[in-house]
Nanobody, 120 residues
Framework: QVQLVESGGGLVQPGGSLRLSCAASGTIFSINDMGWFRQAPGKQRELVAT???????TYADSVKGRFTISRDNAKNTVYLQMNSLRPEDTAVYYCNAEIWVPSRGYGNYWGQGTQVTVSS
């Protein structure tokens, strides 16, 4: 069984920073793309950033220059460094990963979500 567990969310003032982490555990052969999505109240889930196994990154326009995605392949972990946070960044942030599991092949997995609230 594969699990993605996020941590690092919380309450921060506008202009502040937070670092999210997401660790994959279980019987994992390899992990392909990893990423972060977010969902604000009343809105659809949206892509925030992705990173390939080789380190190629993509970002939503709304977070470019403020957020940085990175990963540690040895630890099966992806990070999201969020700087210059704005109230509109408030959302539940979800980790996502494409993971190869023996006897099942590649599957798409989600974490349980972590709340990020930006407010004064």
């Amino acid at each position: 069984q594969v699990q993605l567990v996020e941590s690092g969310g919380g309450l921060v003032q506008p202009g502040g920073s937070l670092r999210l982490s997401c660790a994959a555990s279980g019987t994992i052969f390899s992990i392909n793309d990893m990423g972060w999505f977010r969902q604000a109240p009343g809105k659809q889930r949206e892509l925030v950033a992705t990173i390939t196994r080789g380190g190629t990154t993509t970002y939503a326009d709304s977070v470019k220059g403020r957020f940085t995605i990175s990963r540690d392949n040895a630890k099966n972990t992806v990070y999201l460094q969020m700087n210059s946070l704005r109230p509109e960044d408030t959302a539940v942030y979800y980790c996502n990963a494409e993971i190869w599991v023996p006897s099942r092949g590649y599957g798409n997995y989600w974490g349980q979500g972590t709340q990020v609230t930006v407010s004064s």
